[in-house]
């Protein structure tokens, strides 16, 4: 009975470090600069491994070249090679894309646990000296974005339903800051293209927020203005 109560206890005690370090990655996640985004991704794959005594940690985005494709751009530990040799999914996960791409969890508890169609999966996790993993999606919009992935490499191990709970939640929190970091690219982006031009028109373009009274105005119109870089 004392038995029970300790091992109780105990669990009672690894799920309430663990739903407070998700509550804590997904604050710091909150309004993160999108400088800081990729950073705080690395951060919090590091420590979700060590409270759980995983091995690896690896985050996959849609490939913007390859359609239906994933390439790796996060994880943890470091792989020990040059970032431009980092795989892509579909040449080493075919299986494992085509369920991710499709919403689907991928849960491996042991190797046997593939099927038959997954032979290519299987020998790319045998490559790695993967024993188990987890792979939930990143999803946008209702679109698949990507894929997040823990795995143990010294032995098999199950995946409690409120682990993997958590793995998808974390999956949201990255999804979105990877989703807020491309916007905020994308303006910054689009608005140098727009100082080029006007500044090659000798244009001074303004715009004002009636809801905010903000002026946004062009480099040009900064300095026409009197305002200093940078400022509005």
Known sequence: MQESIETLRTELEGRLRFETLLA???????????????????????????????DRSALWQVSEKKTGNLVLTHIHPPPGIPRSEWPDARDIFPWTLQNVLSGK??????????????????????????????VVPLSIGGETAGAL?????????????????????LAQVFASALDRKRAEQ???????????????????????????????????????????????
């Open 24 to 54: 804590e990655i997904s604050a710091d996640f909150i309004n993160l600069p999108a400088s800081q985004v990729d950073s705080k991704i690395e951060d919090a794959q590091r420590h979700m491994c060590e409270l759980l005594d995983l």
């Open 105 to 134: 969890i991928v849960i491996v508890s042991k190797m046997s646990d593939l099927p038959p169609e997954a032979g290519r999966d299987r020998e790319s996790f045998d490559r790695w000296n993967t024993k188990a993993s987890v």
């Open 149 to 169: 992935s823990f795995s143990c490499l010294r032995e098999e191990r199950d995946w409690p339903e409120t682990v993997v709970k958590g793995f998808v939640l």
């Open 186 to 232: 994308a303006l910054l982006e689009s608005e140098t293209r727009l100082n080029l031009a006007a500044a090659s028109a000798e244009a001074r373009l303004w715009e004002i927020d009636l809801s905010t009274g903000l002026i946004w105005t062009t480099e040009m119109g900064r300095k026409f203005y009197g305002l200093a870089p940078g400022k509005n």
